[in-house]
């Protein structure tokens, strides 16, 4: 018994002497931010790091960095004052060495940068989300705490997914029904697709619409914000129950063929995750199906002249719903050869990739830079520099005035094929 004291004694001292030297370095680096008036961008990471996280510059006119180590003993106390549970993270405080912004989970150094820069924005305000923080990570918030959590979290244009799911599982669907809780989850576009709000939206829409006064076109253009917001966490995660979930809730709001949606999304995931194999594959069999459809719709379809005659007679049938299609999938072809140009470089599938987009050229009605700056990239892949300068040439002078990115990127790329630089 004694012997068991004597060990358990130790490693009380031990600890204790790991806590006061831990301490000491972090009272260090207060006083030093704090004397050259910076912040402190601290840098946590499970193990060692990978290289980019140290190479890539920061804002360093306005922080001291540092960065912890959860296996090193003496960094774990202050990893645990803060409530870091993911990695890597950051956490961002004021010269005081108070947080500045909520603990972020970083994947990339420009996730870093981005924070960082927010952070810099708040420079010496206490954060007052530091207490909801703690109170969030050790589950002691009830759902009207959680709710004025959420609005704060969305004022700092902050991920809400998961706390929204936490939400929306914790309260009744009667709580729901608000304007002001239906307001923050969609208009601010925070809904989480998919997941228990997934699930909520999905049995729930008829009743959202009427409370929010929505049209079902306003309320499918949500939805559709909020998958696309989504959409590259579901690929960096690889989680393809959530793909699954959402061609569920697609097909839910759609009258479209539910296995156009399932191919448009598993070539889109694909894409994401960076699958060429799969995505080559995929590929061929989701043009093959925009294909079947378009044919199979237009023939369906009564000839648009009589249409508009009669939509004049009767007040149906406007020429608009005829005319939807043919732009729809031509959007389709356009972006399924756009993912081939940027991941592929096999001569057969470009080749295939070039046919579907001049058929979604031939087959859109209205006037679209995009479609032929595609097919320039794709002739210039392909080996064929000077049509895809000419036709380059062409998207470029039928962007929009107005649209000064796109302007800028298509002549940027317009200089390179001149060149004969790489693009893709």
Not at 49 to 72: C, G, M, V
Not at 181 to 199: D, K, M, Q, R, Y
């Amino acid at each position: 018994m004694k012997r068991i004291f004597t060990v358990i004694t130790l490693l009380l001292i031990i600890n204790s002497a790991a806590s006061a030297e831990s301490d000491t370095e972090f009272r260090k680096l207060v006083n030093s931010a704090k004397g050259a008036d910076k912040c402190i961008l601290i840098k946590v990471f499970g193990n060692d790091p990978h290289s980019e996280f140290f190479d890539t510059p920061y804002q360093k006119e306005h922080f001291i960095e540092a960065s912890l180590y959860l296996s090193d003993y003496r960094d774990a106390e202050i990893i645990r004052k803060y409530n870091v549970n993911a990695f890597p993270s950051v956490i961002v405080l004021n010269p005081d060495g108070n947080l500045l912004l909520p603990v972020k989970k970083v994947n990339t150094p420009r996730e870093i940068d981005e924070y960082a820069d927010l952070a810099s924005k708040v420079k010496s305000e206490p954060n007052p989300m530091a207490q909801q923080d703690l109170d969030y990570g050790t589950n002691k918030m009830n759902a009207a705490a959680m709710l004025e959590y959420i609005e704060k979290r969305t004022s700092y244009g902050m991920d809400n997914g998961e706390v929204m799911d936490k939400y929306v599982s914790m309260v009744a669907p009667a709580d729901m029904f608000n304007k002001r809780t239906l307001l923050l989850f969609l208009e601010n576009n925070n809904i989480n697709v998919p997941g228990a709000c997934c699930f909520f939206v999905k049995q729930n829409q008829e009743k959202i619409k009427t409370v929010l006064q929505l049209s079902d076109e306003r309320f499918v253009r949500l939805i559709d914000k909020s998958i696309e917001f989504r959409f590259d966490n579901i690929c960096k995660n690889s989680d393809e129950f959530a793909l699954s979930q959402i061609v569920d809730l697609k097909s839910s709001l759609s009258s479209i063929d539910k296995a156009l949606i399932e191919n448009e999304y598993a070539t889109k995931y694909f894409y994401g995750t960076r699958q060429p194999l799969k995505l080559m594959n995929q590929s061929r069999i989701y043009a093959d199906l925009i294909m079947q459809h378009y044919e199979r719709t237009k023939a369906e379809q009564p000839n648009p002249i009589k249409s508009k005659r009669s939509s004049i007679k009767d007040k149906k049938s406007p020429l608009s719903s005829v005319v939807s299609l043919p732009v729809a999938h031509a959007a389709r072809l356009r972006n399924l050869s756009q993912y081939v140009v940027e991941t592929l470089s096999v001569k057969s599938i470009l080749d295939d990739a070039l046919t579907w987009s001049i058929f979604a050229e031939q087959i859109s009605n209205t006037a679209r830079f995009d479609i032929p700056e595609t097919r320039a990239y794709i002739l210039y892949k392909l080996g064929r520099k000077d049509e895809a300068v000419e036709v380059m040439e062409k998207a470029y002078a039928s962007v929009p005035h107005d649209n000064l990115d796109s302007k800028k990127l298509i002549g940027l790329n317009l200089i390179k094929m001149k060149r004969g630089d790489k693009i893709y």
